[in-house]
């Protein structure tokens, strides 16, 4: 399964690496950005910003894929 494969990958990237995910490659039009280096607390934050902001209870695995193919190397000016 592919996406099985890419959150692997995700997870098993070198910590030291700050990653980015940006809630409007998700949801059009939210500018909700979180950063950090743990892939999966990353995750735990995403989950609470959309139940709170957009009200999703739980994460169907489509949704959780678009998330995990969404993380990205945060820039270095953290734009």
Not at 12 to 32: A, K, N, P, W
Not at 33 to 50: P, W
């Amino acid at each position: 399964m592919r996406g099985s494969s890419v959150a692997r990958v995700l997870l098993h990237q070198s910590t030291e690496m700050i990653r980015e995910l940006r809630c409007g490659d998700v949801f059009e039009g939210c500018s909700y950005v979180e950063q950090g280096s743990d892939i999966r607390e990353l995750m735990v934050k995403f989950t609470a910003h959309l139940r709170e902001v957009h009200h999703v209870d739980s994460l169907t695995p489509e949704l959780r894929i678009q998330a995990m193919v969404a993380v990205r190397q945060a820039r270095p000016n953290g734009d």
